[in-house]
């Protein structure tokens, strides 16, 4: 099992930013893929920005250019650095790591851009 806690979520300005972090524990080696998904209120969960363990990443187009996806294997824990942050970015905001043929999942952490 992995298991996923993430943190750093808050309330921000339009134009602001936040970092988000996501702690990995259990069977951490069997990770390969890691990512940052998005679900606002009454819509689907969507994926904000992924990486693999090779270091290749991918974003959703919304927000290329102002968020980062970053992973520190020695602490198995991946970053999400979002600047310039806009009020459609309000969201909870989830951890997803893929090991051992399944996908596992945060609790969640509420991003909240006011304008």
């Known amino acids: 099992q992995v298991q996923l806690v993430e943190s750093g979520g808050g309330l921000v300005q339009a134009g602001g930013s936040l970092r988000l972090s996501c702690a990995a524990s259990g069977i951490t080696f069997s990770i390969t893929t890691m990512g940052w998904y998005r679900q606002a209120l009454g819509k689907q969960r969507d994926l904000v920005a992924g990486?693999?363990?090779?270091?290749?990443?991918n974003y959703a187009d919304s927000v290329k250019g102002r968020f980062m996806i970053s992973r520190d294997y020695a602490k198995n824990t991946i970053y999400l650095q979002m600047n310039n942050l806009k009020p459609e970015d309000t969201a909870v905001y989830y951890c997803?790591?893929?090991?051992?043929?399944?996908?596992?999942w945060g609790r969640g952490t509420q991003v909240t851009v006011s304008s």
């Open positions: 990486t693999t363990r090779g270091g290749s990443t």
């Open positions: 997803s790591a893929e090991a051992l043929g399944r996908t596992f």
